[in-house]
């Protein structure tokens, strides 16, 4: 008689013992869910925060274009007009200091709606002709150094992006890479295809990176250049059009060897198509197994 009991006693204590645990698991599932929504909801919170920023910025950027021009005009103005005479050495020297910090912001301002201005039509291009713009812009700052721009294409692939963008950060990363040369030095500019990316880099024998500055890189206005040289949104500019291009970008470097500025870009469609069917002809395969094999 008093087994029955016992055995129904046993199984509710079995079964409290396991629900006790599998609500535990539960419990945890559910606290694991509860970080990473609230994970991915702090960055959607931080990637509105930073659309609605840069529209501000480029509103920003474009009323302070006036005023500064102004600015600037009237300084220039006085330091190289007909009246320079009646200066004071001091007053000289304030003047001087105005123009220099009103260039800075000028080229700030530029830079904001440099990429602010450019088209958001997204298509295939040659990632290579991106590149050899970005060259034939910078031409008058590579021939004001002893440079040697070499080419290591080991593939031409056609990208999926806003190709004015991506010019734009090829600009900024080979101007990069000529600031960090003192007088000669040589600059190699290559392509390949690693794991369905594009990968394009600039690569520069310059003076290199030192370590404690690496995390700072990419934060806006950072930079070790003299007043007036630089603004420290190129990497930053970089970051933010790769960002939103599905790309990434990353820079390799050894302090007094030079750096490999690296970026990795979506292959077109075709590209892809391309790519599969080449190493499906590498494997033996058809095209269409080696597709389908991610
Ligand atoms: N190829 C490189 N070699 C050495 N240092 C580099 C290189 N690329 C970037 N850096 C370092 O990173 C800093 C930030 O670069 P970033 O392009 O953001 O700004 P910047 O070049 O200083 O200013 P701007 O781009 O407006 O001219 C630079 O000041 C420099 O210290
Ligand atoms: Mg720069």
Request: proline letters at 3%; charged letters at 25%.
């Amino acid at each position: 008689m008093l087994v029955v009991p016992f055995v129904l006693a046993r199984w509710g204590f079995e079964r409290i013992v396991a629900d006790a645990a599998e609500k535990a698991q539960m419990a945890e599932e559910l606290q694991s869910s509860i970080k990473e929504l609230k994970f991915v909801q702090a960055q959607l919170v931080q990637s509105a925060k930073l659309a609605s920023v840069g529209t501000l910025a480029a509103g920003v950027a474009h009323e302070i274009n006036n005023p500064i021009f102004a600015i600037s005009g009237r300084t220039e103005l006085l330091l190289r007009g007909k009246n320079r005479h009646l200066l004071t050495d001091s007053a000289v020297d304030d003047l001087e200091t105005i123009k220099e910090m009103t260039d800075r912001i000028t080229a700030i301002v530029r830079r904001i709606l440099e990429y602010s201005r450019t088209s958001d039509e997204t298509a295939d291009f040659p990632v290579n002709t991106a590149l050899e713009s970005a060259v034939s812009l910078l031409s008058a700052k590579l021939t004001s150094k002893s440079l040697e721009v070499e080419r290591e294409f080991t593939a031409s692939p056609s990208v999926r992006g806003i190709e004015n963008q991506i010019q734009q950060m090829f600009v900024n990363l080979i101007g990069n890479a000529v600031d960090a040369i003192p007088e000669w030095g040589k600059i190699t500019l290559g392509c390949k295809i690693e794991d369905d990316m594009a990968v394009a880099y600039v690569k520069d024998n310059g003076v290199g990176i030192p370590k404690d500055i690496r995390e700072k890189l990419f934060e806006p206005f950072f930079t070790t250049k003299e007043p007036g040289k630089g603004t420290g949104l190129g990497l930053f500019i970089c970051h933010k059009i790769l960002a939103d291009q599905g790309g990434e970008i990353g820079l390799d470097s050894k302090q007094g060897e030079g750096t490999t500025a690296w970026v990795k870009l979506p292959l077109s469609a075709t590209t892809s198509g391309d790519t599969a069917a080449s190493e499906a002809a590498h494997w033996g395969l058809n095209s269409d197994t080696a597709q389908s094999t991610p």
